[in-house]
Structures are given as C-alpha cells and as structure tokens.
C-alpha cells in the first residue's frame, strides 16, 4: 500500500500562492496517476487536478483551471500543486491520492491525511 504525506498548506491572502508537496513512500508512486481533491466545510470532497502515471496527460476542474498546475518529481517520489491566483472559494483541506487516472474519487485507493489550505480576502 502506498503510503501519503501531503505538506505545504496554510494561510494565504487572495490573490497569493501556496505548492502544495505529496510525497508517496513506494516504489509504485512510479506507476501510479496521482490526484488532487479537496473538501470545503460542508461540502462534498470534490477533484481539483490529476496527472497520469507518465506525466503525459493531466486534467483540471474548471474552477482551477488556469491557475492550478500539477506535476510530479519521480525522483522524490512527489507530486506537486502549484496555486495561484488563490481565491477564498479555494479554501478547503486538500488531499493527495495515487490510483488510476480519474476525476472520480473512487478511482483512486490510497489517501493521504489532507493539508488544510486557507485564503483570506
């Protein structure tokens, strides 16, 4: 079972950046597609972003799209999220997960523990 620890979340103002790190601790983040989510108080959790086993395909939500990037580093065994342009709305704890290539939450079987992001306006 691949194991997740995502970092990198806290308090931004609008308009500012966060990067958000996931680093897996097996060998099988390598052939994994990795992926974004993220739940709100409140709400349901919803995707953000995710990126192919290869690097070679990647797909946003539309509320992120343009100012979100994803990307991963086989060599730390880590994908990233880049946010800019950060919104109250994008306010919500964020969650790493390594499975196969969707934007639906049951494609994905391992979690890690989420990071808490927070804009302010």
């Known amino acids: 079972q691949v194991q997740l620890v995502e970092s990198g979340g806290g308090l931004v103002q609008a308009g500012g950046s966060l990067r958000l790190s996931c680093v897996a601790s097996?060998?099988?983040?390598?052939?994994?597609?990795m992926g974004w989510f993220r739940q709100a108080p409140g709400k349901p959790r919803e995707f953000v972003a995710a990126i192919t086993w290869s690097s070679d395909s990647t797909v946003y939500a539309t509320s992120v799209k343009g100012r979100f990037t994803i990307s991963r580093d086989y060599a730390k065994n880590t994908v990233y999220l880049q946010m800019n342009s950060l919104e109250p709305e994008d306010t919500a704890v964020y969650y790493c997960a390594a499975g196969y290539y969707s934007k639906l939450e049951r494609g994905y079987d391992n979690w890690g523990q989420g990071t808490q992001v927070t804009v302010s306006s």
């Open positions: 097996a060998r099988t983040f390598s052939s994994a597609a």
